[in-house]
């Protein structure tokens, strides 16, 4: 059974540092591009970031560009989001999805339940 | 950035009735990299459609997907109980990858 299970949120204050984990089960992670998806409570969608199976490819929503960082450890099994500078409007349950194919161009079939961050003084 | 656009916001139906959701893109989605995803409330997306008319594993065939370009549309033949949720399309196609704002479906 795939699995993906987030860890790390919590509350961070402005302009700090926060660093999210995914752990995975059920498939060949090192197969399939992965990626990083928030949601304020009761609004929609917002891709945030993505990676392709082999690191060699990672983009950023331009909201996050520059501060945040995705990374994964295929030994490991895990996905990581390194969340920089911080921001209020960060403020979200941040959810890790599985790629349907390799590449980092790819939907996403498995999701994770989320892991609530709160960016608060 | 593409930026995506769904219509109606909210789309007030019966069981048994036909749904029809637009998407529309405001520059052309590459290779038709577009997927539409189901949300209900206190749970995580769930992938109906790819590639923009393909469906995903374990997808009800009342679930269609078509269009190109820029407009898409996903139709419920006949709606289910289950089925009223938030549907969310998003383009893959270009960096970044965006989300269309949402259409519910209620009763």
């Known amino acids: 059974e795939v699995q993906l299970v987030e860890s790390g949120g919590g509350l961070g204050q402005p302009g700090r540092s926060l660093r999210l984990s995914c752990a995975v089960s059920?498939?060949?992670?090192?197969?399939?591009?992965m990626y990083w998806v928030r949601q304020v409570p009761g609004k929609g969608l917002e891709w945030v970031s993505g990676?392709?199976?082999?690191?060699?490819?990672?983009v950023y929503a331009d909201s996050v560009k520059g501060r945040f960082t995705i990374s994964r450890d295929n030994a490991k099994n895990s996905l990581y989001l390194q969340m920089n500078s911080l921001r209020p409007e960060d403020t979200a349950l941040y959810f890790c999805?599985?790629?349907?194919?390799?590449?980092?161009?790819?939907?996403?079939?498995?999701w994770g339940q989320g892991t609530l961050v709160t960016v608060s003084s | 950035e593409i930026v995506l656009t769904q219509s109606p916001g909210t789309l007030s139906l019966s069981p048994g009735e036909r749904a029809t959701l637009s998407c529309r893109a405001s520059?052309?989605?590459?290779?038709?990299?577009l997927a539409w995803y189901q949300q209900k409330p206190g749970q995580a997306p769930r992938l109906l459609i790819h590639?923009?008319?393909s469906r995903a594993t374990g997808i009800p065939d009342r679930f269609s997907g078509s269009g190109s370009g820029t407009h898409f549309t996903l139709t419920i033949s006949r709606l289910e109980p289950e089925d009223f949720a938030v549907y969310y399309c998003?383009?893959?196609?270009?960096?970044?990858?965006?989300f269309g704002p949402g259409t519910k479906v209620d009763i």
């Open positions: 999805g599985k790629g349907k194919s390799s590449a980092y161009q790819s939907s996403i079939d498995w």
């Open positions: 059920g498939f060949n992670f090192d197969d399939y591009g």
């Open positions: 990676i392709s199976w082999n690191s060699d490819k990672t």
């Open positions: 520059q052309n989605v590459i290779s038709n990299f």
């Open positions: 590639g923009a008319s």
């Open positions: 998003q383009q893959y196609g270009g960096s970044p990858f965006t």
